[in-house]
């Protein structure tokens, strides 16, 4: 039976020459390495998750090892595997990765919380603006439908000569058209004198 070899990587170094080194599975490759890179600094690094919106990143993560690096070297990468995440700028271990995953669970149940509440808040304001605009609508009706000098609602069914149909086309009805009729010699009202009050408009 056959043993799998271990995949290798021989990459050029400034400090070290040519050096042939384990390269883990999830490695993406040195296509890009720099032969001017120290020994130290080779890193192995993966295919990085993006979160972006609205064309801008919002966060990266992915799998690194800086295996040669000295214990307790600055850097993103250590001798053993961890996840760099950007823009935290840390490289995590398995604990504290699932306590960011555990913290954006719960950042996006309160976005999704604050979306709802959005959601009411507009659909009030629709329901707000909708109820407006029905009573703006329904007292011009009420304006419209009444004697703009008594005010009372024109009443279709009263057809009598002083009574509350409204007179033919006019903003008047029967009863106030009949009343100006009898008036007087010295009586003036909206009616027969519209120009003694602002053209009709009391």
């Known amino acids: 039976m056959s043993v799998e070899q271990p995949i290798t990587v021989t990459l050029a170094t400034s400090d070290h020459g040519d050096v042939t080194l384990p390269e883990p599975s999830w490695c993406l490759g040195h296509a890009l390495h720099d032969p001017e890179t120290r020994y130290a600094d080779i ?59 555990a913290r954006l669970d719960t950042y996006s149940d309160q976005l999704r919380d604050l979306a709802d509440q959005l959601t ?8 707000l603006g909708s109820k407006l605009t029905t009573e703006q609508t329904e007292a011009e009706k009420r304006e419209k439908d009444q004697c703009e000098r008594c005010h009372r609602p024109f009443d279709p069914a009263d057809t009598r000569f002083d009574g509350h149909d409204r007179h033919r086309d006019t903003r008047w009805c029967r009863a106030c ?10 009586h003036v009202c909206v009616i027969c004198e519209p120009s003694r009050y602002n053209g009709g408009d009391r």
């Open 43 to 101: 890193t192995h690094s993966s295919l990085g998750l993006v979160l972006a919106f609205r064309h801008l990143t919002l966060m990266t993560a992915c799998m690194i090892q800086t295996p040669n690096t000295a214990s307790g070297s600055a850097g993103p990468g250590g001798r053993s595997p961890g996840v760099f995440v950007s823009p935290l700028g840390e490289t995590l271990d398995p604990i504290q990765l699932y306590d960011l995953a």
């Open 120 to 127: 009411q808040t507009l659909n009030g304001v629709d329901q």
């Open 177 to 186: 058209v009949d009343n100006c009729r009898e008036g007087s010699a010295e």
